[in-house]
């Protein structure tokens, strides 16, 4: 429980949910984005709507607490810029986005010249996380994370938050997270189309079900995809195009740096980048070869 009142920036599928967790956790947001409807949205009591980034700062007692939660990179910074000459020293600023850890880094050490505080927060938990209780990885100064640690503990499941190490720890622990995320969605995806391919007729929602009562691969993926089943049983209303990319491809660089093989998560990043292609060139090559060397069946396009 905390009774304090902190600022939220960005409002956007996670920063709103966020703000409500707070307020059920018995604490007050004052909250921005800009897009004013997504502030006019949040109508809950102990929420304050703020004018603008100067507005939020001022309507905050010290030490302030902003938790900017906007996409990584330029808009980070923007943030960082805007919220810097209302600030004091003491005051702390966290990154509750997918930045990347060496971005954290030198943001860290830019605002502590200042005497400004900064920590990097891997969050995960999705939609339902953010409302409910998030999976917070913190990196930073010990003391910045004490200060702050009360409202982790209110946004936070049971057991859901810890300072994982200094500046960039946060953001280099959730690259990791999201990294395995992409081989563990890759293997459900890829299971999901053999049994549509198999020779059985199969309810996906059924299996998908089934297997998260006992069995070795049960998880909350499981539990999603059997919701998404539910809703569209053969998924004909969306398309196989995958989004995002940027935290699984920083895995992968950095795991060359290191030496570190990621088979599997470098293969998830491709197909997700094959996903995004509705007939790849690589894919007519490959096909043309076998046809000129073996005289394999092509697929004629319409």
């Known amino acids: 429980m905390t009774t304090q009142r902190y600022g939220i920036v960005g409002l956007g599928k996670m920063g709103g949910s966020l703000a409500r967790n707070l307020v059920k956790a018995g604490g007050k947001a004052v909250v921005f984005d800009l897009n004013p409807a997504s502030v006019a949205e949040l109508t809950d009591p102990g929420i304050i709507g703020a004018q603008s980034l100067p507005d939020l700062a001022a309507s905050l007692p010290a030490p302030r607490i902003i938790w900017i939660m906007v996409p990584a990179g330029n808009p980070v910074d923007g943030v960082i810029d805007q919220l810097r000459p209302h600030l004091a020293p003491g005051d702390l600023l966290i990154d509750g986005g997918n930045s990347n850890y060496r971005d954290s880094i ?33 990196g930073g100064e010990e003391s910045a994370f004490r200060l702050a640690e009360p409202l982790f503990r209110a946004i936070a499941m049971e057991g859901g938050y810890a300072h994982v190490g200094e500046s960039g720890a946060g953001h280099f ?130």
Not at 214 to 240: M, T
Not at 285 to 297: D, I, K, P, Q
């Open 106 to 138: 030198r943001r860290a050490a830019a605002l502590k010249a200042s005497g400004i505080h900064y920590l990097d927060c891997g969050s995960s938990g999705g939609m339902e996380g953010a409302l409910n209780g998030l999976c917070l990885m913190v």
């Open 173 to 302: 622990v959730k690259m990791v997270h999201n990294a395995i995320e992409y081989g563990m969605l890759q293997a459900i995806g890829e299971g999901f189309e053999l049994l549509e391919s198999g020779p059985y007729e199969v309810d996906h929602q059924q299996v998908a079900r089934l297997w998260n009562h006992g069995s070795v691969i049960r998880s909350w993926l499981i539990e999603l995809a059997a919701r998404a089943f539910a809703n569209d049983p053969d998924l004909s209303r969306i398309s196989g195009e995958v989004g995002g990319g940027s935290t699984g491809f920083w895995a992968i660089e950095e795991a060359n740096r290191f030496g570190v093989p990621l088979p599997a998560i470098a293969a998830a990043y491709m197909m997700r980048l094959r996903s995004r292609q509705p007939d790849s060139f690589q894919g007519k090559v490959v096909a043309a070869l076998r046809r000129e060397f073996g005289g394999h069946a092509v697929v004629k396009t319409k």
